[in-house]
């Protein structure tokens, strides 16, 4: 499949089953007649393969590990080192996706107190921030600053929708680059 083949695809599950007009109270208190909820499409096989397959391809060589907040992100981290292994091993790609992490929304209460899951790459390394929706942009700009505390570096977050509510500019404003799949008016 092409890269626009994949991304007509992956609309077309997120009109199916993502979005929902009425009337919505979004976690950052606004209300909105448009919601979109991706998980009922990145918890599909097939909806998790064409976001992994997208994601990698607005994933830049320099940066070799991903990362996201829980629990939105917690399937697209997975997703994508999975994509990235399987391009890997048949020689399809250039790079690999050594590794994600997962970035708690509080330290862990019990053994090392761990803000972050998983096996942690070299000090400095790039991490990508990934996103379900982003529409504040607090969420991933959280997920970034404890990534850098930890030693590493962020230059970009990407996700499969900007809901078009300031966060991609919230988000550069922090010194991040947004990238997204889709802007919420291609899914309407």
């Not at 529409?135 to 570096?153: E, F, L, R």
Request: net charge positive.
């Amino acid at each position: 499949m092409s890269y626009t083949e994949d991304k007509r695809r992956l609309k077309d599950l997120l009109r199916s089953f993502a979005y929902r007009k009425g009337d919505f109270t979004l976690s950052s208190g606004r209300k909105t007649e448009h919601y979109i909820n991706c998980k009922p499409v990145i918890l599909r096989g097939d909806g998790l393969t064409l976001v992994s397959n997208l994601f990698l391809n607005d994933i830049r060589v320099s940066s070799n590990c991903v990362a996201g907040l829980t629990l939105g992100a917690d399937p697209l981290v997975s997703g994508v080192v999975m994509a990235s292994n399987q391009l890997w091993n048949v020689g399809a790609s250039r790079f690999g996706i050594s590794g994600g992490l997962i970035i708690r929304k509080e330290p862990k209460g019990h053994g090392t107190g761990a803000w972050i899951e998983g096996k942690l790459p070299p000090e400095g390394t790039e991490i990508t921030i990934l996103e379900d929706v982003i529409t504040t942009g607090g969420s991933s700009i959280k997920a970034a600053q404890k990534v850098i505390d930890a030693g590493y570096k962020v230059k970009r977050i990407v996700s499969i929708v900007d809901r078009q509510e300031g966060g991609s500019e919230a988000i550069k404003e922090a010194g991040f680059e947004s990238i997204n799949i889709f802007k919420l008016e291609e899914i309407v």
